[in-house]
C-alpha cells in the first residue's frame, strides 16, 4: 500500500514539473552586450531585456514596436469610424436599410422607370381609345341587320 503511494506522488510530481518545463521552454534568453535577448519560440516575437534591481525588463525590439503601433493606429481609426457611426445612429441622422431592401436613390430611381412607363403605357392606351371612337371607322357590322 506504501508503494502505491509513493507510485501514485511520484507521478503526480513528474507530471507537474513536465507541465512547468513546456511553458518555461516557450521563451529563449541568449546574453549580449549589455542584457538579454528573449525569442518567443511559438510566435517568434524578439525583446530586448536587461537586469534592473534582480528582475529581467524587456522591452519589443523596435521593428516589431513600428509593426504593432502602425497596426494600433489602423484598428484606433477603424475604432473612431465605427463610434461615429453609432453616435450618429443614435442620434438618428443616418437611416438604416433593412438587409435586402434597396436603398433611397435605388428606390427613387426604380420608381422613375416606373413612372414612365405607365405614362408611355396611358399613352398608348388613349391612342387605341381615340381610334376606336372616330366616327364611321371601324364601326363592326350590326347582326340585327340583314
Known sequence: MRCLAIAVAAACLSQTVTGASASEDRYRLEKKDGGYVRMDTQTGAMSLCEERSGQLVCKLAADERDAYQSQIEQLQGSLKTLEDRVTALEKGRVAVPAPGLPSEEEFEKGM???????????????????????????????????
Open 112 to 146: 422613375g422607370y416606373m413612372e414612365r412607363f405607365f405614362r408611355r403605357f396611358m399613352g398608348i392606351v388613349k391612342d387605341f381609345e381615340q381610334e376606336e371612337n372616330k366616327p364611321g371607322q371601324n364601326q363592326p357590322a350590326d347582326p340585327n341587320k340583314t
